[in-house]
């Protein structure tokens, strides 16, 4: 996925993502919700503790397994192209970039409509 750089305060550039890529990450709501957890403490978190929280989020309703599944099959693939997260598939560990802060307000603006 293509991305550019933009201006920071002071002058130092910044890695920024694209309109496409943004909005190709933030379109579906499990990735938002995955992408709140991550942004919203700092370090390293395990694949078990996020399919855990997510889970929770979504309730009784969705089986542990599918999230399992999405998370490792779809969504960290998709966010660790994107340059947004390393995700180290030999241990199951998942982290931010600095990438990731460029999606903060609209993770923000979405909250609301999501569970």
Do not use: W
Not at 7 to 29: A, C, H, I, M, Y
């Amino acid at each position: 996925m293509k991305t550019d750089t933009l201006p920071n305060q002071g002058g130092v550039k910044r890695p920024s993502l694209t309109p496409n890529t943004t909005f190709r990450l933030l379109l579906d709501e499990r990735r938002r919700q995955l992408l709140r957890t991550l942004t919203q403490s700092v370090g390293t978190h395990t694949v078990t503790d996020l399919v855990d929280h997510l889970q929770i989020l979504e309730g009784p309703a969705t089986p542990r397994g599918e999230v399992e599944c999405s998370l490792l099959h779809v969504h960290l693939p998709i966010l660790e192209e994107a340059g947004v997260v390393q995700y180290d598939t030999t241990v199951g560990t998942v982290k931010t970039t600095e990438k990731a802060r460029s999606l903060d307000p609209y993770l923000e603006l979405a909250a609301p409509h999501d569970r």
